[in-house]
């Protein structure tokens, strides 16, 4: 046989092995959905209305390849109640007069600033006159845009465009996860992923999910100063049909919204100004239902899922407690700010490091007793 024959066989064996290897993958590739209800949160009041988005998307507007109209199909094809814009301007005026309800979504527009220290994202602020322009500079961007009634939020803080930290933070919150750099930046860990991405893209992006160490670090040494809330950013500007069902914010609202679309926009954006939502990969499994919160002194977190998964309470940057029980009630008496990570614990190809869903802070202070 000449060497040319042999390399050919060589690689033919190598493609047949990849080919079976990840159609083993993808056939046993299984989202988790929970058939338990919401949980019945009987000392907790009324039951809070949960919808669910994705955060942080490009069209046409800057440097997405969507319409607006696309991606509105898009998120209605994977059950979205509402998705946020955020194309690149300062802001980007053509993405917030797009605004409205489309293919029975929610469509609200951000814009994504490029400021001194990196990406800033204001979210919620009234549309100012064309002539205006939010500046350059982090901590004046911050304070026009809730001058304007709005909020800004720290964008892929340890991958693209990094940000530069120091001075106070002046902003509500900041991405955890950003799929953009994930799927773009870790090419060697994802090279094996990108042809599965044309046949079951969830799967793949999954695959792609790099444990956010870094953030989460930084989000807790922030969280010690003053409440900041995390987002996992779904940075789509292609594959929206394929990213949408992978990250989603659940808001939680205290009655359903209104038929009015100005109503029901500024409704979620106070609840995300609020830290009234969580953040969750559903792509690997149906997060809906999972609720934190302070009562009588104990902090009560409810998992209400029928798959394996371990709740991890963070307590100033320190775990303080693991359990794979759906109810947890834990009594507190160090203040200070407390969060939960869950982690699933059933085969899937989320990386058992990288958070399943992560709440945002609730502080405890000895007076709440
Ligand atoms: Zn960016
Ligand atoms: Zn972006």
Redesign the pocket.
């Known amino acids: 046989m000449t060497f040319k024959r042999i390399m050919g066989r060589a690689i033919l064996l190598a493609l047949l092995v990849y080919v079976l290897w990840a159609g083993w993958q993808v056939v046993r590739f299984k989202r988790y959905e929970s058939p338990i209800p919401a949980p019945a949160e009987a000392s907790a009041g009324p039951v809070p209305t949960e919808i669910e988005g994705a955060y942080?998307?490009?069209s046409r507007f800057?440097?997405g390849l969507g319409t607006v109209d696309r991606i509105a199909r898009a998120a209605a094809g994977a059950g979205l109640d509402f998705i946020i814009l955020?194309d690149?301007g300062k802001p980007n005026f053509a993405a917030l007069d797009a605004q409205g309800r489309k293919e029975g979504v929610l469509v609200l527009a951000g814009s994504?600033i490029s400021s001194n220290r990196g990406?800033l994202?204001a979210l919620g602020f009234d549309r100012p006159d064309d002539a205006f322009s939010f500046s350059s500079d982090a901590e004046t961007a911050a304070r026009e845009i809730s001058d304007r009634g709005g909020f800004s939020v720290v964008?892929?803080p340890y991958s693209?465009v990094r940000w530069s930290w120091g001075g106070n933070f002046d902003y509500s919150g900041l991405e955890i996860i950003?799929a953009?750099s994930m799927i773009k930046g870790h090419i060697v860990r994802s090279l094996p992923y990108y042809p599965l991405l044309l046949i079951k893209p969830t799967f793949a992006l999954l695959k792609m999910i790099v444990p956010p160490e870094q953030a989460l670090v930084k989000w807790d040494k922030l969280l010690a100063r003053g409440p900041a809330n995390g987002y996992f950013?779904s940075?789509a500007?292609l594959f929206y049909r394929a990213i949408f069902p992978v990250f989603h914010l659940h808001v939680l609202l205290e009655r359903p919204l209104d038929p009015d679309f100005a109503a029901a926009r500024r409704r979620i954006f106070e609840a995300l100004k609020g830290g009234r939502f969580y953040s969750a990969v559903d792509g690997a499994a149906a997060a809906r239902g999972f609720r934190i919160r302070l009562e009588a002194g104990s902090l009560r977190v409810s998992a209400p899922f029928s798959f394996a998964h371990e709740t991890v309470i963070i307590h100033d940057g320190k775990v303080i407690r693991r359990t794979r029980e759906n109810e947890l009630t834990l009594p507190l008496t160090a203040p200070g700010a407390y969060r939960a990570e869950v982690y699933l614990r059933e085969r899937t190809p989320l990386d058992p490091r990288a958070p399943w869903i992560i709440s945002n802070p609730v502080y405890f202070e000895r007076e709440n007793r």
Request: charged share 35%; net charge negative; glycine share 0%.
């Open positions: 942080h998307m490009h800057s440097d955020t690149h994504e990406h994202v964008a892929h693209k950003d953009d950013s940075d500007h």
